[in-house]
């Protein structure tokens, strides 16, 4: 018997990356910030005082911290009992979609077409051709913006209109905004399908559909209902492997948007990251020998990292770190559980956007090898979950 559960916490990055220069994040480190920013009373909204995230740290999350950055985490010392590290990516790009293929075992190489800091920030000639193609009366917004800002700016005047916000970020994305009652989801869908074989075709990573609801700007609010059109990844993902070896990748959360649904044999999906927890503990008592349990949370990231908002985000760890006993106290003989992260998204820092960071990697399990991973690649996560599995190339 032999499982892997493989659960990505959205942007909990660690700091360190030796290109953070590159991206503009030198000195970015999400949880390092967030700790630092509770020690000092900081971080006092629906929470108060220290970090509490013991069971994360026991499995060395405040070691993986000093590890990748140099810098001790206030409350964070634990010696850890599991095998941990922190992992480095190589890919161009500190979005979502590089982080897990690179996870997954394959890095991207190619750059991904961003967009500029214009207005427009689409080419107009890919505007005309969505609007004639998709039939909508025109777009608004066509430039970076953050998702919830945006909508607070144009979505009174997208229900008075009918015209579909349109933003992106520093990740290569087109976001497409529309109300789900006054415009209708469906059709948002079939316009981001659209939109997808236009913007594809020039290595646009994914076109999300962002559906929102309520009626007054400051109320509105994005649903659990958005969907990422991604373009598919290259042949050799773990997920690949572990369909190839026999077995199945249970995805849940969006795993299997960033994935395009290849090597994807079914979804669960939850109405927030609570309830993906519940899906991951009833694969728990599900999932076959051979099975890859594959878990993306991405609250993290979508709800507190891009709104820069730090309580919110100690929050969400300290909610995930409290119900972490009621997973690792499921698994069995032969499970083996990696706890890792995709980017950073450092709640502290300038801007909305994610930052370069290392991401810590905790492994535990029934049996599993207590010693330190070191700084690895990303890519040796899916190594981890093929050799754990005995699966080969
Ligand atoms: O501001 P919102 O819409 O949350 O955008 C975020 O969501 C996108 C996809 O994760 C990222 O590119 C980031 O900019
Ligand atoms: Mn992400
Ligand atoms: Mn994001």
């Known amino acids: 018997m032999a499982r892997v559960f493989l659960c990505v916490l959205d942007s909990v990055g660690c700091g360190g990356a030796p290109d953070a220069a590159r991206y503009g994040d030198e000195g970015s480190n999400t949880l390092l910030h967030i700790a630092e920013a509770c020690a000092a009373g900081n971080a006092e909204d629906g929470r108060s005082g220290p970090l509490r995230v013991a069971n994360l740290d026991a499995l060395g999350l405040g070691a993986a911290i000093r590890l990748a950055s140099g810098k001790a985490a206030p409350g964070l010392g634990a010696v850890p009992t599991g095998s941990w590290g922190a992992a480095e990516e190589i890919s161009a790009g500190k979005d979502t979609q590089s982080g897990h293929w690179e996870l997954a075992g394959v890095p991207v190489t190619r750059d991904w077409h961003y967009f500029p800091r214009t207005i427009p920030a689409f080419p107009d000639h890919l505007m005309a051709e969505l609007v004639a193609r998709s039939g909508i009366p025109g777009t608004l917004a066509n430039c970076h913006a953050s998702g919830t800002e945006v909508l607070d700016q144009f979505g009174a005047e997208h229900i008075a209109t009918g015209k579909p916000i349109i933003y992106t970020s520093a990740d290569s994305v087109v976001q497409i905004a529309a109300h789900e009652e006054h415009f209708g989801l469906e059709r948002l869908l079939d316009v981001c399908r659209i939109a997808a074989e236009i913007f594809h075709p020039l290595n646009v990573g994914r076109i999300i559909a962002r559906p929102f609801v309520s009626e007054a700007p400051g109320a509105f609010v994005r649903t659990a209902n958005r969907k990422d059109y991604a373009i598919a990844p290259p042949d050799g993902t773990i997920c690949d492997r572990v369909v190839a070896a026999g077995g199945a990748v249970h995805a849940v959360g969006k795993i299997g948007d960033i994935f395009a649904y290849k090597s994807i044999t079914d979804v669960s999906k939850g109405k927030d990251d609570m309830a993906l927890f519940d899906q991951m503990l009833s694969w728990c008592d599900r999932a076959a020998s051979g099975d890859l349990v594959f878990a993306n949370f991405v609250e993290f990231d979508s709800l507190w990292g891009h709104r820069r908002n730090v309580s919110g985000y100690a929050r969400a760890l300290e909610t995930f770190d409290a119900r972490l006993p009621e997973l ?43 010693k330190p991973l070191g700084i690895i690649p990303f890519a040796k996560v899916a190594e981890l979950v093929a050799s754990h599995l005995k699966i080969g190339q």
């Open 328 to 370: 690792t106290s499921r698994l069995r003989d032969g499970d083996l559980l990696i706890i890792t992260a995709d980017h950073g998204n450092d709640p502290t820092w300038h801007g909305t956007d994610h930052t370069r960071e290392r991401v810590p990697v905790l492994v535990t399990g029934p049996g599993a090898e207590g």
